[in-house]
Nanobody, 122 residues
Framework: EVQLVESGGGSVQAGGSATLSCDASENAWNRYCIGWFRQRAGEKREEMGGVDRGGDTTYYNADMEGRYRMWRDSAKKTLYLQMTGLKPEDTAVYYC???????????????WGRGIQVTVYS
């Protein structure tokens, strides 16, 4: 069974930090790219970026500010997303997804987690 399970969400004060985790099953972990996406209320899902299977290349959405980083731990089959300087507009459901397309584009993701809510309050 292919699974991606996000954790680490919750409420964070503006200016604070949060680290999300995505635990992946073997099948999901072995896809070419695993990445993070988010969807703010009433808006289209956004690509945040991803990491390739070898962990050598990390893609970031150039349109987003550089307030986050992601990395993968192969021993744990876990993808992380660390966000700093959080703003209320970062409030969203954050998703982890895996697929076989270069750059982790939304349309190329084959497997999705259920998502986790991050709420940033001022």
């Amino acid at each position: 069974e292919v699974q991606l399970v996000e954790s680490g969400g919750g409420s964070v004060q503006a200016g604070g930090s949060a680290t999300l985790s995505c635990d992946a099953s073997e099948n999901a972990w072995n896809r070419y790219c695993i990445g993070w996406f988010r969807q703010r209320a009433g808006e289209k899902r956004e690509e945040m970026g991803g990491v390739d299977r070898g962990g050598d290349t990390t893609y970031y959405n150039a349109d987003m500010e550089g307030r986050y980083r992601m990395w993968r731990d192969s021993a744990k089959k876990t993808l992380y997303l660390q966000m700093t300087g959080l703003k209320p507009e970062d409030t969203a459901v954050y998703y982890c997804a895996a697929g076989d397309q270069y750059g982790c584009p939304d349309h190329g993701m084959m497997y999705w987690g259920r998502g986790i809510q991050v709420t940033v309050y001022s």
